[in-house]
């Protein structure tokens, strides 16, 4: 997953991306820990660790990326952490072959019909 999310702007582990929000220090962790536990944000255990890919919050790491929300309620219905990170990790042909964590930043709208489109996929 490590190289799969590296041209989107990588991994972090979940206290470095809290410190991020928190501005100083990763003791407040609740923001971040509701959105992991509603699965609002695309997380991984690896190690041990929580793990983030990087592309779902805007460049200074403070905000969300808009649209994520919406792309994620249809995907997380279907499949589980490692099965979401990797939908967005894998190239995409409702994306012309982009992988939907590259196509965030540029064609929010159309990762969303690439998720929506994913449900009837795995209904077959």
């Given amino acids: 997953?490590?190289?799969a999310f590296r041209r989107s702007g990588g991994l972090a582990r979940a206290q470095e991306v809290a410190?991020?929000?928190?501005?100083?220090s990763a003791s407040?962790?609740?923001?971040?820990?509701?959105w992991i536990a509603k699965r609002q944000?695309?997380?991984?255990?690896?190690?041990?660790?929580i793990w983030?890919?990087?592309f779902q919050f805007n460049s200074t790491g403070t905000t969300l990326r808009p649209g994520l929300g919406a792309v994620l309620?249809?995907?997380?219905?279907?499949?589980?952490?490692?099965?979401v990170a990797?939908?967005?990790a894998k190239p995409n042909s409702w994306l012309a072959s982009a992988t939907?964590?590259?196509s965030m930043a540029v064609a929010t709208p159309q990762v969303l019909l690439a998720a929506r489109a994913e449900q009837f996929v795995v209904a077959e």
Avoid: C, H, K, T
């Fill in 1 to 3: 997953m490590l190289n």
């Fill in 19 to 24: 410190v991020r929000f928190s501005g100083q």
């Fill in 28 to 34: 407040d962790m609740s923001p971040l820990a509701g």
């Fill in 41 to 49: 944000v695309i997380s991984l255990e690896w190690q041990s660790r």
């Fill in 52 to 54: 983030l890919p990087l």
């Fill in 73 to 83: 309620a249809e995907l997380v219905l279907v499949y589980d952490d490692w099965e």
């Fill in 86 to 88: 990797s939908w967005f």
């Fill in 100 to 102: 939907p964590a590259d």
